[in-house]
């Protein structure tokens, strides 16, 4: 057959859009809708004029010119620019940044913006649909889609001279580049559930959770630029029980030590990688967003007591948390 009569007949009839599209493509496609009038483009560097100090993504989450973004991102800057995909470009200053969390307020000045709806990141499940959104490489608004790898991960990080652990993250298979970061993670109504912070590794991607704990941070850095906050050194994750413990204890998950950072008052206290904790301060914990909450609110330099599960046995150890600075 000649190629010329591949071609010949009649045309097939054009479907209209949303019969061209199958479920997975009108999810996505929708929340993309929703959620690019939400997103900026985020430059940042020094008022001496000097090279920038670096780009990524913000999200908009008031009208009144509030956004967030991750705290690497604005990490040193003094001054920037946040651009939205409708032409509006806005000055933006700093309010607060929180290393520990990895996030960042800004105020747009100026601006009238269209804020995102924000979800609640302890409702996800490993496997459901999330779609990001940000500015990877500098192309403004792309899009990508992925699921949720896994959560309560722990992430080790570099601020400034030092080495911090971003706690309780997201993983997703969704496609993050250098850019991304202070982007938005999306479920599929199109409600904000991550912030984007980082690249692991091709098809590992991870994201600051949004749920009660960093709502308290960004409310936190909001009214007083800053988050105090007790710091114990460690890098874990959610890990489910041995079935004999978890019988014992009338739980199924604790949060297990992968690290610890040399001299920080974990190490102190003689925690070690292996060891599984499953209280503190009296409570139980199960997911390392408990250890988290707690570490929000705890006493700085007040003895806190921790019960760990090493080699099938209960060992109560006594940690110093100190202030991050």
């Known amino acids: 057959m000649a190629i010329e009569q591949l071609f010949a007949g009649p045309a097939a ?24 009038p939400s997103v900026a483009s985020v430059r940042v560097g020094r008022a001496d004029g000097r090279r920038p100090e670096g780009a990524g993504s913000g999200v908009a989450l008031t009208a009144d010119g509030l ?9 040193r800057a003094t001054r920037g620019v946040a651009a939205f995909a409708d032409g509006g470009q806005y000055d933006i200053e700093v309010i607060g940044l929180d ?39 500098g192309f403004s608004g792309s899009v990508t889609a992925g699921v949720v790898s896994g ?69 936190a850095l909001h009214r007083d630029g ?22 014992r204890l009338g739980r199924r998950g604790g949060i297990g030590v992968m690290e610890v950072v040399e001299g920080s008052p974990a190490a102190t206290a003689g925690l070690r990688a292996g060891d599984l904790i499953v209280g503190v301060g009296g409570e139980p914990v199960s997911k390392a967003g408990d250890l988290q909450g707690y570490m929000v609110g705890a006493v700085i330099g007040r003895p806190l007591e921790m019960e760990i599960l090493r080699d099938s046995t209960l060992v109560r150890l006594t940690a110093v948390p100190v202030e991050l600075n």
Do not use: C, F, K, M
């Not at 956004?67 to 990490?75: F, R, Y």
């Not at 800053?226 to 019988?247: C, D, E, F, K, S």
């Open 67 to 75: 956004l967030v973004t991750s705290a690497h991102v604005v990490e």
């Open 99 to 137: 290393p520990l969390s990895d996030l960042a307020i800004l105020r747009a000045r100026a601006a009238s913006l269209t804020p995102v709806t924000v979800g609640d990141a302890d409702r996800l499940r490993v496997g459901q649909l999330v779609v990001a959104v940000g500015n990877p490489l």
């Open 226 to 247: 800053r988050v105090r906050r007790g710091y114990l050194g460690i890098a874990g994750g959610t890990q489910p029980l041995p079935a004999a413990a978890a019988a």
């Open 151 to 219: 959560l309560g991960r722990s992430l080790p990080t570099r601020w400034g001279d030092g080495r911090r652990i971003v706690d309780n993250v997201i993983q997703t298979d969704a496609a993050l580049n250098p850019g991304n970061s202070g982007g938005a993670l999306a479920d599929s109504q199109a409600r904000l559930v991550g912030i984007n912070t980082a690249v692991a590794g091709v098809g590992l991607g991870l994201a600051v959770p949004l749920n009660a704990v960093t709502r308290r941070i960004l409310i």
């Open 13 to 36: 009839p054009r479907p209209d859009d949303e019969e061209a599209l199958d479920a997975y493509s009108r999810t996505v496609s929708g929340v993309a809708e929703r959620l690019l």
